[in-house]
């Protein structure tokens, strides 16, 4: 179609979008050419009089002046956002209320969890806890972060036991090279390294009462391989949580060594874990310290009687202990399987004292509704189970249901009179139905029966099993 001066008559804007199109395509002019220099070809082949060909050329020059100032406003915008970032703090919520700088250097998030427990127990007896009742199992507020993307930092207390569970600080020098000092969780066990707000039953087995748990030392630890391979060596006090060496001559710092690998990223499975790792400590403790890591003595799964207490042979005289490990997880898509053993050894020359202990536990779950575990994994322990659709006002999910059996057993048998109290051995069976409305949100039911080796004394007589009903709500943020 031929353009003519008629075209004059039409609106501008439609003169123009014409023109620029017949340009482009049919006076073979460049796609990129800028306006001012197509507004010149227009009026030299008269399709624009002088009128319009300057009333538009003033309106092109307008339009690109407020586009450049336009332009130098971000730049000066970006500028002074770059240069304020590292001292203005963003909020979010993610399952958990944080705060970073603007330059992603800095971080500072509050942290907490509530358990609420109910137990219910098939006997009465002043042997320790086997009351029916409701109780705050756990009730931390910290604070966690990180400075200057390298150092990072916890101090978590638990206001229902009135300890201080975590006061760490850790630098990282690369994701296979880090230090830790303070009290943390020591390297050893799959079971303790997961955080109590993700186990899969309300409480840990009955071998736990055997590996370090929280103490406070020095670490150094690394991923050797990404999501494959990592490694920790660590020392220790050895006397627990919240506990300072208790003897200048009978009592030394115990070491800690654990690796774990999980074969499936290798085999490229994504959807699986193949898990094996080990843990190795090594140290002495005094009389007047535990050997296990329940003060007290060992209480039952469900939290009721207290049925072994290891004796130390001796309060001035040093005990050699060494503790090894072993544990496995074994996931395809909703189903797990994961079990541990650990061996405990005691030996003092000077009182002829040489025993050993050994306890493990076997467990399988299942996730009803799908969700995958392999997605909640990684080589220090599970992490929280994200639903696949949440139970939530405006939302038509359930949530995320699971089930699991456990068993467990200790092993005491080289105890002779005096070194303990109580029975030398149990095994417990422990059913658990957990539902998981929202992340941060858990409801456990377990069922929980323990049998004893000898019968344990309780009001009234003895007994030689005890059976629990426990419930508990659980939040964290």
Known sequence: ?????????????LILAAAVAAVCAGLSAPAHADMETLLDKLRAKGVLSEEEYQEMRTEARSERREEALKKANEVEKDAKKAEAAPTTLGGKFNDGFSWESGDKQHSIALSGRVHADYRSFDINSTNANTANGFDIRRAYLGVSGKLYNDWTYEATSDLAGSTLEYAWLNYKQNDSLQFRMGAFKMPFSFEELTSSRFIDFQERSLMNAFVPAKDQGLMVHGELVKNTLIYALAVMNGNG???????AVS???EFIARAAVNFAPMADLKSSVLHIGGGYTTGSVSGTTPVTNLTGGMRTEGRGITFLTVNSPSASIETDRDRMGIETVL???PVKLQGEWVKTSWENTAVAYDREAT?????????ITGEKYADFYTLNGMRAIKPNRPFKKGAE????WELGVRYSKVDADELTTGQFTGTKGADAITVGLKWIPVTPVRIYLNYTETDFDTPIAITGGTTDAEKAITLRTSIFF
């Open 1 to 13: 179609m031929e353009v003519t001066k008629s075209n004059v008559a039409l609106p501008k804007r």
């Open 241 to 247: 949580k919240n506990t300072d060496e208790t003897s």
């Open 251 to 253: 009592d030394r710092q």
């Open 331 to 333: 996931a395809w898509g």
């Open 359 to 367: 306890a493990y536990y076997a467990a399988v779950n299942w996730l």
């Open 397 to 400: 999910g359930m949530g995320a």
